[in-house]
């Protein structure tokens, strides 16, 4: 597989907005993935908020499984508050309003003490399609930002203004480079890198490959992957994505399999939690990191 890396023009002007703007901010709601929140932290993102508090929002966290929990814990062990959440679902709400009224508490008792009020500046941000915007939308309480199921819906800063706060809905960024490829891969997995640049033979074969190592009985579900298995002889990728193709009729003339609608079929059943809950990323994956 090809080394993934992208960084587009808009990108490099979003980081600059965010560093303009940052000063303005009295917070920040950094927006991971509970399915790989090591691979969705731009340590990029983490550098430029400099003393500012930020809360962890790790969303998505109905598609995640208990693992995800770890994240929660190991980041709160660390100093920063965190919440796991699913912004699409409105019971969501409570939690995630409570824990950005706690980052600015403090600040705000001593405002009180010397009479006056003041409206807090949240920066939200985070890698492409993490649900920056769907978390704006729960703490409004409607759709105020705009939304989309892919990488890059957000391209220019949005100040969204809601009781008693204003929030920056930012572009979606990346680091500027990939040092760790099993974490690039992982956001390939989720959507959080445009599709246009995979190679999704690769990318499939790789989510095949790993989450037959992780989650092999979701495969069998799903499938038909290991039924059958004699000792412990391991499919290769390509058979599996063969299983595929026979289990969901993807065949072309001649008998040959149709591996783009395959292909395509896995990476969508996993971002739509077809797959079941699914956390690939480990807590050793976090090794240097600074939440």
């Not at 009295?26 to 731009?42: E, H, K, Q, T, W």
């Not at 770890?70 to 965190?82: D, H, M, N, Q, Y």
């Not at 703490?139 to 809601?162: E, P, S, Y």
């Not at 292909?263 to 699914?278: M, N, P, Q, S």
Request: net charge positive.
């Amino acid at each position: 597989m090809k080394n993934l890396q992208w960084f587009p023009g808009h990108m490099t002007k979003a980081m600059r907005m965010m560093e303009d703007n940052v000063a303005v901010c009295d917070g920040i709601i950094y927006v991971l993935d509970a399915r790989c929140p090591a691979s969705s932290f731009n340590p990029s993102l983490k550098k430029m908020f400099g003393a500012k508090p930020v809360l962890y929002v790790l969303n998505k966290g109905d598609l995640a499984d208990q693992k995800a929990d770890a994240f929660v814990k190991l980041i709160r062990e660390s100093g920063s508050p965190c919440v796991r959440i699913n912004a699409a679902d409105s019971r969501s709400r409570r939690a995630l309003s409570e824990a950005v009224a706690a980052l600015v508490k403090e600040k705000r008792e001593k405002n009180a003490q010397k009479g006056y009020t003041q409206t807090f500046r949240f920066m939200v941000c985070g890698v492409p399609n993490t649900g920056k915007s769907t978390v704006i939308n729960l703490l409004a309480g409607n759709v105020r930002a705009q939304t989309g199921n892919k990488a890059g819906v957000t391209r220019g800063k949005q100040w969204i203004r809601l009781d008693g706060y204003e929030l920056l809905d930012t572009p979606g960024t990346t680091p500027p480079s990939f040092v760790n490829q099993k974490l690039a891969v992982r956001l390939a997995y989720v959507g959080s890198l445009n599709d246009d640049i995979l190679d999704l033979d690769d990318i499939s074969l790789a989510l095949l490959a790993e989450m037959y190592e992780k989650y092999p009985q979701a495969l069998k579900e799903r499938y038909g992957i290991g039924e059958g298995a004699q000792g412990d002889v391991e499919p290769t990728p390509l058979e599996m994505l063969d299983k595929v193709c026979m289990r969901r009729g993807f065949i072309l003339r001649g008998n040959d399999y149709d591996y783009e609608r395959g292909e395509k079929a896995v990476i969508d059943d996993f971002r739509k939690g077809r797959l079941g809950k699914v956390t690939l990323d480990e807590i050793s994956d976090c090794s240097g990191f600074k939440f």
